[in-house]
């Protein structure tokens, strides 16, 4: 490899890239003495990743004063950029050599121990693999409820929206106009209630008055009987796709009216009633341009759903709890189902953004935050 110098800034930024790599490789020295808990005196296989940290920290060193002469120095530049390079890719060796296989080897020891190991990453390991079946049913959960009630609520959406962008307009009848009124009304009380409560007090209610109707049907019914016509997976459910509702007519009401109103216009003088005119015109357009909100909307009812847990509905923070309470094990058990959130996100938002581009339409930045 030929490291070429063109001008002077390029002169001045390599000292700056030698004190990177050194805190770098400082930072990765530091690690590697955590993993090993110290040991590098145990054999000379050991020594070898510090050996090399000297060396290449000498090497960056070195490299400072030479950089700024090495348009008359080349053949030494060359040597030391070479040097340089190699002593970079050997470390990383090594230090893959290092962490890896001994991650690997924890990863086996800890998943074939008997019994609950003493260390704190052995024992997430030991945790997270033995009660693999248990993570997994509160993943299904999690995404089961997250997914019908994107879907749910974004066709109640659809209609709540449709109620509140209406405008009574003098062409009206009387009664027409008193409707109008009733359903903007109606749909602005909905989304102000909805989105200024949590949905963990949402689902309470919701979870209380349906199980009493459900009681009040069936008065001479055990409690089981009961729960299986009533159950928490319903009540969920219900709760997610009524919140989303709420969000998504906000997303959709701002889709309609950044469309030109001429289009609305245009529909109605071809004869289409306010209804088709949405449906067939307005609509289409306003969720196609939504599309990216309500993939969002699906994401943060992934980690929304965390509060399901309080009706006692196994998703993903229902198994952390079991769990937990199993092992006796608190911050290791967090740990984990914070890890799984966290790819469960980042990877639905990946796929959206792909699938955005595809589309061609705008891509979210970052994972969105709950509402």
Request: overall charge positive; hydrophobic content about 50%.
């Amino acid at each position: 490899m030929q490291l070429k110098i063109h001008d002077a800034a390029t002169l001045r930024a390599y000292p700056q890239h030698a004190w990177f790599l050194g805190w770098l490789f400082a930072l990765l020295d530091a690690w590697l003495l955590l993993i090993s808990k110290g040991s590098f005196t145990l054999s000379i296989y050991n020594r070898i990743p510090m050996i090399l940290w000297y060396l290449l920290l000498a090497a960056a060193f070195a490299y400072i004063p030479f950089s700024a002469y090495a348009h008359k120095k080349k053949a030494l530049q060359k040597w030391l950029h070479r040097y340089f390079i190699f002593t970079l890719v050997f470390f990383g060796i090594v230090l893959l050599d290092c962490g890896i296989a001994r991650f690997i080897q924890l990863f086996i020891q800890s998943i074939h121990a008997e019994s609950n190991p003493e260390g704190f990453v052995p024992s997430m390991i030991y945790m997270a693999y033995q009660s693999r079946a248990t993570y997994l049913r509160g993943i299904s959960g999690t995404l089961q409820v997250s997914l019908i009630g994107t879907l749910c609520g974004f066709l109640l959406a659809i209609l709540l929206s449709f109620l509140r962008i209406q405008v009574p307009d003098r062409r009206d009848a009387d009664s027409i106009q008193i409707l109008k009124l009733i359903g903007q009304s109606f749909a602005k009380t909905y989304t102000t209630i909805i989105r200024g409560t949590p949905m963990m007090v949402q689902v309470l209610i919701i979870n209380a008055i349906g199980f009493t109707l459900a009681r009040m049907a069936m008065p001479n019914a055990p409690i089981s009987e009961v729960n299986k016509i009533w159950s928490f997976f319903l009540a969920s459910a219900i709760t997610v796709s009524l919140n989303s509702a709420a969000y998504l007519t906000e997303v959709l009401r701002g889709g309609v009216e950044s469309l030109d109103k001429g289009q609305k216009e245009a529909a109605r003088s071809l004869g289409m009633t306010q209804w088709q005119a949405m449906m067939k015109v307005l609509f289409p357009q306003a969720v196609k341009n939504s599309i990216p909100a309500i993939g969002n909307e699906f994401i943060i009812n992934i980690k929304d759903t965390s509060v399901l847990t309080t009706i006692g509905f196994f998703e993903l923070m229902f198994a952390n709890s079991t769990i937990s309470g199993t092992y006796y094990k608190g911050l290791e058990v967090y740990l984990v189902t914070a890890l799984i959130y966290l790819l469960l996100t980042y990877s639905i938002t990946r796929l959206l953004n792909y699938a955005a581009r595809r589309l061609d339409m705008p891509a979210s930045r970052g994972i969105p935050s709950s509402n």
